[in-house]
């Protein structure tokens, strides 16, 4: 049976035994007053630095730990606390380490290792195959994946791709905004801002461009800065465009400059 550890964010109230795993308490440096609950199959270790007032939990074995709907699993997890007010604990970081899993309500991230940043409440995850999964989306990236709790944001970073059946959006870095769905109760990706080389492929077309902006109810991506639109060999360039992503259907805007396009005529006469 698993080993229950609950960390209620209060005083500490008990204390290590020699091979005896026990129960801890501290108070954060954050606003939040939710209890953290941690379970472990291989115990949990409490090393304390007497001259600073600070020290560290490492839960081992399966590591899982609580706070709310926020729910972090991996193969250890370590809890970093300092010196507060009042001789009380200020847990202000949370280590994960090995095949970490990241899961708030309908909302999955997975990654290689992460960092919990109590005070601000942020998760940050790397390693390899980063990947996040929401009902409306998949995001994966190549260096990073960040998750800000009270903002409700997930950033991908490096090589960032959002998926959704054949379509695809890829930049340097996408910020992906979620909310609540009234009528279903889950939180779901409403839209994606991309920055840096953005990419959109369908089955028919690829675009081009700087900067965009997709909405995922909608499915339309609206793409600016030199933006191409490449169909077979047809080309058209232009400012800005509006991309269907449901219907493949693309619409070019000239926005300060003129729009301009490259045809090439079918050579067998079809």
Known sequence: ?????RLLLLLVSTAWAAGITTVASAQTATNSSQEIQIEADDGIEWIRDKTEGSGEYRARGNAHATQGELQVYADELVAYYRAGANDKQQMYRMDALGNVRIVNTDTTAVGDKGVYHMDKQVIVLVGNNLKLTNPKAIITARDSLEYWQVKNIAVARGDALVTQE??????????????????????????IDATKNVHISTPTEIIRGQEGVYEVDRQVATLCGSVKITRGENQLNGECAEVNMKTGRSKLKGGTGRVKGLLIPDSTGN
């Open 1 to 5: 049976m698993k080993s229950l550890f």
């Open 166 to 191: 054949d379509k695809r959006l890829q930049a340097g870095v996408l910020t992906a905004f979620i909310q609540p769905n009234i009528s279903t109760g889950k939180n779901e990706v409403k839209r």
